[in-house]
Nanobody, 132 residues
Framework: QVQLVESGGGSVEAGGSVRLSCAAS????????MGWFRQAPAKEREGVAT??????????????YYADSVKGRFTLAQETGKNTVSLQMNSLKREDSGVYYC???????????????????WGQGTQVTVSS
């Protein structure tokens, strides 16, 4: 059974930084799409960033997708352990607050990477709170 274990999160002031990590285990797929969604109170879950992980590619060689709202501020990276990704979040804003979920699915991410329904596996979520 696939498990996604998240770490990181917490409270930070606006303009600060937070780093999230997610390690996947128990999957047998050769390639996966892995990344993060978030959900603010009274809002739907939205895609933040996802990356295509393929063992034949160099580390971080897979295509990465970002929501427009986080481009230039967030970086999704594949860590040395090939089934681990991190999300470095800089220049945080209050509107970045929410529960962040690690997600994964077999195969490529694709142009509709931002659709929550496409992801089979979800982590338990970790809270990020940005205060001004």
């Amino acid at each position: 059974q696939v498990q996604l274990v998240e770490s990181g999160g917490g409270s930070v002031e606006a303009g600060g930084s937070v780093r999230l990590s997610c390690a996947a285990s128990g999957y047998t797929y050769s390639t996966i799409c892995m990344g993060w969604f978030r959900q603010a109170p009274a809002k739907e879950r939205e895609g933040v960033a996802t990356k295509y992980l393929n063992p034949i590619l160099p580390l971080n060689g897979g295509v990465t997708y970002y929501a427009d709202s986080v481009k230039g501020r967030f970086t999704l990276a594949q860590e040395t352990g090939k089934n681990t990704v991190s999300l470095q979040m800089n220049s945080l804003k209050r509107e970045d607050s929410g529960v962040y979920y690690c997600v994964a699915r077999a195969g490529a991410c694709g142009d509709n990477w931002y659709l929550a329904s496409r992801y089979t596996y979800w982590g338990q979520g970790t809270q990020v709170t940005v205060s001004s």
